[in-house]
């Protein structure tokens, strides 16, 4: 053997043992630094699922969380008082209008391959005729349907008679109008519909958009609206545990009501577009990540700005989708009888977050809201020192000042400004716009002189004149109440 290649060979042969043990601490820092992750974020869970058990009433509070591709899920509390029967990521809840954002998928699937157009008149895939479905020559397109502005005058079936009278009952009564209620009485009742405005004008809720939207799907695809989920939006995503009217058994959660009554579930004999679906925290999490798949086409379809808004868009069948501090969200809301559903995605940060509450109450939506938004914040907070934010004062000026995280996208932010008590909490006055000073930091300077000296006041950040910030959890200047407000004084 050559003498180079023989101390070669020692060099390796005398190096392995140290590489390997490199190699073994590397691995176990690693690894400990990855348990000391998991554990910050389950303890930020623990903390946001205490406060909304203590908010909401609620018996039991489920929380899935997917984020960079991580999955972390969790249930506090018991389905049933005294029982210790706690949820798992099996356990099949009622995730109501959850459902539709899954048909919405399947409109922008139909949008992308031109089987509609979101221009179309939607008389044109309806057999029959239907003059009411036209306000002064102007027809409901596909696009009204899909961002709640078709401009109906009632829902169908029609239970607002029904809802006159709110109490514990009003839930059973509807459930037995709609297990009485056919396909055949829709198109019955469509007939009788009217528009109350110009469609695609006025933002109005309605689930009659979405059964409507599953018979125009089953009109140019050729095939039901449960073959249609089943082969084109559960297989895709493979969720595999989300089934419509289901029968009570063990697995499926009981829900209540504000006043802990048992409340039924939901069900329906029509397409079923828009609720009365069951589903698991197993498949919520796939659901999310899906929803969070930058390259999945139908999905940036699904989530685009039909409405050409500066401020917040549907896209299709969302709830919301704008800006925050958290860079583009999209939410979407599910309220059955006694559960709630928060499915919210941060498609910036590669974070989704849903949260299951088994009570239906006035607040219950926005605890949820709330509670999805400060995790969503706890998981981005790095700094823990305390500062006074979001202002400074100058010999003769108040300087307002924001900074927009450095790694989302700056063009979706098309304004910031300050609203407070000294302008009435309005952020779409002129005089408080922040002006951009490049880098994604945006700074307001107004003179001292036009405040009170000595007066402490309340302010906070509001981006596009939709979206309010939260407080950072490491500012000191806070008016320590509820809606946790930034404040500064001029002494």
Avoid at 56 to 71: E, F, N, T
Avoid at 144 to 165: C, G, H, W, Y
Wanted: aromatic content about 12%; overall charge positive; charged content about 25%.
């Amino acid at each position: 053997m050559k003498p180079v290649i023989m101390k070669l060979q020692l060099s390796r042969l005398y190096c392995s043992p140290f590489i390997f043990l490199f190699i073994l601490f590397s691995t176990t820092l690693f690894a400990q630094q990855q348990n000391s992750v998991g554990k910050g974020i389950y303890t930020i869970l623990d903390k946001n699922a205490d406060n909304l058990l203590r908010k909401s009433r609620a018996y039991s509070v489920s929380i899935g969380l997917v984020k960079d591709g991580k999955v972390y899920t969790k249930h506090y509390g018991e389905l049933d008082k005294g029982k210790g029967n706690k949820a798992d990521n099996n356990t099949s809840f009622d995730v109501a209008s959850v459902t539709k954002v899954m048909t919405g998928y399947l409109m922008a699937k139909a949008v992308l391959e031109k089987k509609v157009n979101l221009d179309d008149d939607i008389r044109k895939y309806l057999d029959g005729s239907y003059p009411n479905l036209a306000f002064q020559g102007i027809p409901v397109r596909i696009t009204d349907l899909v961002s709640f502005k078709t401009a109906f005058d009632r829902e169908i079936p029609d239970n607002s008679q029904i809802r006159k009278i709110n109490d514990d009952s009003t839930c059973f009564r509807i459930k037995k109008m709609d297990e009485s209620y056919s396909k055949r009485q829709f198109l019955e009742d469509l007939k009788r519909i009217q528009l109350d405005t110009i469609p695609g004008k006025k933002h109005k809720y309605s689930n009659t958009s979405l059964e409507l939207s599953a018979l125009i799907l089953e009109k140019v695809y050729n095939k039901n609206f449960e073959t249609l989920l089943n082969e084109y939006f559960f297989s895709a995503t493979k969720m595999n545990a989300s089934k419509r009217n289901l029968k009570v058994d063990r697995n499926i959660a009981n829900g209540y009501s504000s006043n802990h009554l048992l409340m039924p579930n939901s069900y329906t004999n029509l397409w079923a577009a828009g609720g009365y679906r069951n589903s698991t925290m197993n498949d919520l999490i796939k659901f999310l990540s899906f929803e969070l798949d930058t390259k999945n086409k139908i999905v940036q379809e699904s989530q685009r700005n039909l409405s050409g808004s500066d401020q917040s868009w549907n896209g299709y069948f969302w709830d919301e989708i704008g800006v925050s501090e958290n860079g583009k969200y999209c939410y979407k809301h599910g309220g059955a009888f006694g559960t709630n559903t928060l499915f919210m995605v941060y498609p910036e940060l590669n974070m989704g977050i849903c949260i299951i509450v088994n009570i239906t109450g006035e607040n219950t939506f926005g605890n949820l809201y709330e509670t999805v938004v400060e995790i969503a914040e706890d998981l981005e907070t790095k700094s823990t020192e305390k500062i006074d934010y979001g202002y400074k004062l100058t010999d003769d000026k108040v300087v307002f000042r924001y900074q927009h995280s450095k790694k989302l996208d700056p063009k979706l932010v098309k304004s910031i400004s300050v609203a407070g008590s000294f302008n009435d909490w309005n952020p779409n006055n002129k005089a408080y716009q922040m002006h951009s000073k490049g880098k994604n930091v945006y700074e307001l300077e107004l003179p001292k002189s036009q405040f009170e000296r000595g007066k402490t006041f309340a302010f906070k950040f509001v981006i596009n004149q939709n979206s309010w910030l939260l407080t950072p959890t490491n500012a000191l200047n806070t008016d320590k109440t509820a809606d946790n407000n930034l404040t500064f004084k001029i002494d």
